[in-house]
């Protein structure tokens, strides 16, 4: 058993320089990139890069986070061209003899250095009705095989973290398209076999800025911190509108 | 809308009920109260962003869906586990009104697992025995290792669907308390909106307090980055007292160095701890159930382990989880969350390597007292009438000594939705309370003190310190001399802070600012956590004493309650006053806490 | 140097009607015939002809066209190519456009100019004439009367 | 302190940069098109005109051009496919890559085959 422990060994630490695009308005209207030499280890995350920033050299430097576990979905942030989660990617994984470059998801409004206006993502997704919509009273639990709760279970997993839809070519061109992440949290009702709105949200997502604006460019997919099969789902929900049904 | 001589705008609102936080507690009392009056639900974090997101492992109810139980059963577990200091009045409602918790939460739309037959399924967690302790029970409903992600989700959907008023990103800084009749009550509530900078303050009937926990005074902990405890910090400012501060649970998974937490579920599948040494030492210390204990005996188990030695690793400071005699389809199945966690963070497979893990800190027993109706009392009895609180941030107190695993999803359900129903209630026969004229000016205080901050002390330096300290001295194993030792750093750590420097100098998102004012509510429940723990002489649940092994029921068979005196202290936590509360029992009186 | 984050030009207006599905379905099935008809039509120009397409004259497509077959095929291919390639094109449109009359008057001349061109294509075809008479005889197909 | 006004370029992966060449080549191939309708029209006219026009195409210039309208097709074509493919066939989403690399594969095989032919074809 001994022989089996795996020895995690002591991780040396290295410098990294992060570029980060930053941009104040009450200081400046110019964004400007500002690169920032950082030491880290091998477990860091970007987060914990921005985090040395923030607290030992620019205060100034805003960035939503929380839970810095990849659930609670607050940092979303383009990272080396990639939308990611500043908490899930390891420093190490990245290529370090580079500058990483870190900048606010594309397609929302900047506010503040990394931090954007998420209300019109929010919008899409309270627009799709994103709530059990069922009428009957039941005494107990309504009951729902295994198969059934499996169907929807990819994408319950949504933190709504804008990842999927701030890299979709489509949402940037005019930030009109539902994107990606309405049409997961969408999906996460249409093929729950308790719901009953489905018919409702397939109309909804009939719209000229629903599904069909999709290209399956996967850029959502790749995107996705939890892994959700984004795509598929949305080819999904085409699948469920031609038919008329889930 | 108003501006002060500062610039500052200020903006006013009316609400029937107002609710403070948008985790799992908050919402829920939405849920309640939203139909019925005009509510606002007031968050610093988009609603989903809220830690209750975080749970994993899952939710106890005796639906008995897979086995005999009973909620009996489910209140003698609650009140053993909690070490006996739980008023066993609150366990019973938790216990009882469990299942209708969990079925609403499952009619708003929560896509439980499923047993075979369609019904929700439920697994075996720490602590839940069949019969009094004869043997594990699945008592907890589970969403993978999702529960809490889709607790947070399934409420929030329930929100968006009764149309309920958010305001997010707004930082609660203070309550307003006003002379009503000769009675202090609570009038207002002021936030600070991140995006602008401008001082809203909502005037409200009813106030809920659902602010959460407040982990980050510890260095490992499973809490975010945001879970400050603000709310329990400004009822202590306000100088009602808080409850049981001394009982923090330390969970004894949390990935090494990292804390990052992996559910009791793990063990609740079937996963085994074992030292350096391959051992199973939790047969040594809890032989009937083993890996299954409660938390506070396996964190002290596993720092034990550590302690003699037999700790893993190159610095033989942790022990392991083991995995991989399971089969990796049900690792997959019912564990995914995690074991991903294990790889991204920490690069360890789990269907093939064990995971390296330490105890980290985990949940706030103690908070804002309450009675069983949310009510927040300002001495052993008295109710502040229009104040409630509910979620990690108060003290029912259902969790007495030590929260088993499942009950505190469970508890934000249960007495969330109690918190909506009273606040509502109360609400319909009361009268605003007038704010007073000066209602901001806690505020403006506050901020001018961040503001005018030019000073050299770093907000992050001090923050780290305050958290070494917590951890080396208050952690699992405690004594008066390293409390004293903490209370003495924690002094010093104040006078520092009067020499911050906040770099920030702008109105929008100013989080550097934020942060500043969050670590004056670390310092406060630091030192208030220290005080109880240093009064309580004894060992019980999740506060060991070294010097004080065994559990005295003759003299600490009762709640703490910490006062705020309004003196300046010559020595450090002179200014609190500890007082004690009597636990009530119904049933079960107390006997040794053996697994 | 000025601001260049990009931000989403309005909120979404939502539209009920619309025809964005049956446009989906018609760009995915008229694909594969198309797959089809340009490969032959490819392969029986560019590539079967000796020479390849230094053998394509006057002569070449009135030889084509004087078999009902070939007539249909490039019927075919006209209408589903057009279609296609105005459908895209609107896509295309829609997506790069920002002003609403703008992007009517592009979408209407598309429109415009596919109907044009079908219906120019669709007479060409049909109203066709191989051997049209005081051609020079050597630009015609053999089996012209002028040829022989 | 270095400055560089915009964002990167998204680092998206065969998803998006098969959808990017989708476009071009679906844009080149539609502008193609209006020409090609207009000048076979050329042959209502006369036999005469459409001759001069058809010329043109076997310039080497037009000839060359006309190889990367061949390319186009037969990817545009092919890709066509395979997001018809992502769109009805259930493991369509999950197998895209590969589906990519297949197109990719067929499509230059395909021009291999052709353009050597056509080049000695424009030349002679
Ligand atoms: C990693 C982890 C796993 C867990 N697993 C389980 C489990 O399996 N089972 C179980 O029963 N329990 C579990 N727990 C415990 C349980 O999840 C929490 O105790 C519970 O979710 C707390 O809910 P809450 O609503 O009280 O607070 P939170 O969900 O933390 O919400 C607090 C809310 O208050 C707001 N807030 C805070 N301060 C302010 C302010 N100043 N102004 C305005 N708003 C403010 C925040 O924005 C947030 O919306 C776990 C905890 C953690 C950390
Ligand atoms: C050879 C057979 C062809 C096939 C199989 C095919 C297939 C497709 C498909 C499936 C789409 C939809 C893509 C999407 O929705 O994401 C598409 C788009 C398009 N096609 Fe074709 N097509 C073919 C030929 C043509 C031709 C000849 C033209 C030009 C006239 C053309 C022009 C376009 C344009 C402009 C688009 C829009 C591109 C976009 O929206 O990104 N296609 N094609
Ligand atoms: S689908 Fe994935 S990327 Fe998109 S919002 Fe949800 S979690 Fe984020
Ligand atoms: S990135 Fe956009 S185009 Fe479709 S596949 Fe994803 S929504
Ligand atoms: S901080 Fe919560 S997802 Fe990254």
Redesign the pocket.
């Given at each position: 058993m001994v022989d089996d422990v795996k020895v995690i060994a002591e991780v040396p630490s290295f410098t990294v320089t992060l570029m980060v695009r930053r941009y104040d308005p009450e200081v400046s209207e110019e964004v400007k990139w500002v690169d920032y030499e950082v030491t880290v280890y091998g477990t860091d995350r970007v987060l914990d890069a921005l985090h040395k920033i923030k607290w030992e050299i620019d205060g100034s430097l805003t960035f939503r986070r929380s839970c810095a576990h990849g659930v609670c979905g607050s940092d979303a942030m383009r990272i080396n061209g990639r939308n990611r989660l500043a908490c899930k990617t390891l420093i190490k994984d990245l290529d370090i003899t580079q500058p990483i470059y870190v900048e606010p998801i594309k397609g929302l409004a900047v506010e503040k250095d990394l931090v954007v206006n998420m209300e019109p993502f929010y919008k899409a997704y309270r627009d799709i009705n994103p709530f059990l919509i069922a009428n009957d009273k039941p005494e107990k639990e309504r009951l729902q095989s295994p198969e059934d709760r499996a169907r929807f279970d990819d994408t319950t997993k949504c933190i709504l973290c804008a990842a999927c839809t701030t890299s979709c070519p489509v949402f940037w061109t005019d930030g009109q398209y539902f994107g990606p992440a309405a049409i997961v949290n969408a999906h996460r009702f249409i093929f729950d076999s308790r719901d009953e709105g489905a018919e409702v949200r397939l109309d909804i997502l009939n719209d000229k800025e629903g599904v069909w604006r999709c290209r399956t460019t996967f850029n959502c997919t790749e995107a996705c911190p939890r892994g959700i099969q984004v795509t598929k789902a949305i080819a999904e929900v085409k699948q469920a509108i031609l038919k008329g049904r889930p | 809308m108003s501006l002060n001589e500062h610039g500052t705008k200020t903006h006013h609102h009316q609400h029937d009920v107002v609710i403070?936080?948008?985790?799992?507690?908050?919402m829920r009392a939405a849920i309640e109260a939203g139909p019925h009056l005009k509510t606002a639900v007031?968050?610093?974090?988009f609603?989903t962003r809220?830690?209750?997101g975080?749970?994993?492992?899952?939710?106890a109810a005796a639906l008995a869906n897979v086995e005999e139980d009973s909620w009996e059963w489910h209140t003698f577990d609650t009140v053993k586990g909690g070490d006996y200091l739980v008023d066993q009045d609150a366990a019973e409602i938790l216990a009882k009104e469990s299942v209708e918790a969990v079925i609403d939460l499952e009619n708003m739309g929560l896509p439980f697992n499923r047993t075979p037959d369609g019904k929700i399924d439920q697994r075996r967690f720490g602590g839940h025995t069949r019969d009094h302790g004869k043997a594990p029970v699945r008592r907890s409903c589970y969403a993978a290792d999702r529960?809490?992600h889709m607790i947070l989700q399934t409420l929030y959907q329930t929100c968006v669907k009764l149309g309920i008023e958010f305001f997010n990103e707004?930082?609660?800084?203070d309550l307003v308390m006003a002379d009503y009749n000769g009675e202090k009550r609570p009038s207002a509530v002021v936030?600070f909106e991140l995006a602008t900078g401008d001082l809203h303050v909502f005037q409200g009937k009813s106030i809920v307090f659902?602010?959460?926990?407040f982990?980050k005074i510890y260095k490992t902990t499973?809490?975010a980055h945001?879970?400050t405890g603000?709310?329990v910090g400004i009822i202590w400012r306000k100088g009602l007292p808080l409850e049981d501060m001394e009982f923090y649970q330390f969970h004894p998974t949390g990935l090494a160095g990292l804390g990052i937490?992996l559910?009791e579920a793990a063990r609740g599948e079937g996963g085994i701890l074992r030292n350096a040494l391959g051992e199973r030492f939790m047969e040594r210390y809890a032989p009937t159930i083993k890996d299954l204990a409660p938390r506070d005996m396996v964190a002290r188990a596993m720092a034990n382990e550590v302690r003699e030695g037999r700790g893993a690793g190159p610095n033989k400071d942790y022990v392991l989880l083991d995995l991989t005699h399971l089969p990796p389809e049900v690792i997959d199945a019912k564990l995914p969350d995690i074991t991903e966690f294990a790889r991204t963070y920490l690069g360890v497979e789990p269907y093939t390597e064990p995971v390296p893990v330490f105890p980290t800190a985990?949940?706030a027993m103690g908070g804002i007292p309450t009675n069983v109706k949310t009510e927040v009392l300002s001495d052993n009895d008295t109710v502040v009438r229009g104040l409630f609180a509910a979620?990690?941030?108060a003290c029912v107190s259902v969790h007495g000594a030590n929260r088993l695993?499942?009950?505190?999803?469970?508890d934000?359900n249960v007495f969330g939705k109690r918190a909506g129903r009273y606040a509502v209630e109360y609400a319909r026969e009361a009268d605003f309370v007038p704010v007073p004229e000066n209602a901001i000016s806690e505020v403006e205080k506050l901020l001018a003190i961040a503001r005018n901050a030019t000073g050299t002390e770093k907000v992050a330096v001090l923050r780290k310190e305050l958290q070494d300290t917590m951890d080396k001295n208050a952690q699992v194993y405690r004594t008066e001399e390293s409390l004293n030792e903490a209370l003495e750093k924690i002094a010093e750590l104040r006078v520092r802070y009067q020499n911050i420097q906040v770099q920030d100098r702008g109105k929008r998102f100013n989080t550097d600012l934020l942060e500043a004012i969050e670590l004056g509510f670390l310092f406060d429940l630091s030192e208030v956590l220290v005080m109880t723990a240093r009064e309580r002489r004894e060992s019980r649940g999740g506060h060991f004493r070294e010097d004080y092994e065994t559990r005295n029921d003759e003299e600490f068979m009762v709640h703490s309650m910490a006062y705020k005196l309004d003196k300046t202290p010559e020595k450090p936590g002179e200014d609190i006053r500890v007082d004690w509360k009597p636990v009530t029992v119904t049933n079960y009186p107390a006997m040794e806490r053996k697994y | 140097m000025s601001i260049v984050i990009e931000t989403p030009n309005s909120p979404r207006t939502r539209s009920q009607a619309n025809l964005e599905k049956y446009g989906w379905v018609f760009m995915r099935i008229s694909g594969p015939f198309l797959i089809v008809l340009i490969f032959v039509h490819l392969i029986s120009n560019l590539v079967v002809p000796d020479g390849g397409i230094k053998a394509i004259d006057f002569a070449f497509v009135a030889g084509k066209w004087a078999a009902p077959f070939w007539q249909w095929w490039d019927l075919a291919m006209l209408w589903l190519a057009l279609i296609h390639g105005t459908n895209g094109m609107r896509t295309v449109v829609n997506d790069y456009t920002e002003k609403e009359g703008v992007r009517k008057t592009l979408v209407f001349s598309l429109w415009g100019v596919c109907s044009a061109l079908i219906l120019l294509g669709t007479l060409v075809i049909f109203t066709f004439d191989p051997c049209p008479a005081g051609a020079a005889a050597e630009l015609l197909p053999s089996f012209c009367p002028a040829v022989q | 302190m270095s400055l560089l006004s915009s964002g990167t370029l998204y680092r998206g992966k065969v998803g998006m940069w098969s959808w990017v060449l989708h476009r071009i080549t679906g844009v080149a191939m539609f502008f193609f098109l209006l020409v090609h309708v207009l000048d076979t029209a050329l042959v209502r006219v006369s036999p005469a005109a459409y001759d001069v026009v058809i010329a043109s195409y076997k310039t080497p210039i037009i000839g060359l051009a006309e190889l990367g309208l061949v390319a186009a097709v037969l990817y545009h074509g092919l890709n066509g496919l395979r997001i018809t493919l992502i769109d009805f066939w259930s493991k369509g989403a999950k197998y895209q890559n590969q589906m990519f690399w297949v197109v990719m594969a067929v499509t230059v095989a395909l021009f291999v085959g052709f353009a050597p032919g056509h080049i000695i074809n424009v030349f002679s």
């Open positions: - | 403070v936080g948008a985790g799992g507690a908050g007031i968050s610093k974090l609603p809220s830690h209750t975080a749970a994993q492992g899952g939710m529960t809490g707004f930082y609660v800084l936030a659902a602010t959460g926990g982990g499973s809490n945001t879970l603000d709310g937490l559910s985990h949940y979620g990690e941030c695993g499942t009950n505190s999803l469970l934000i | - | -």
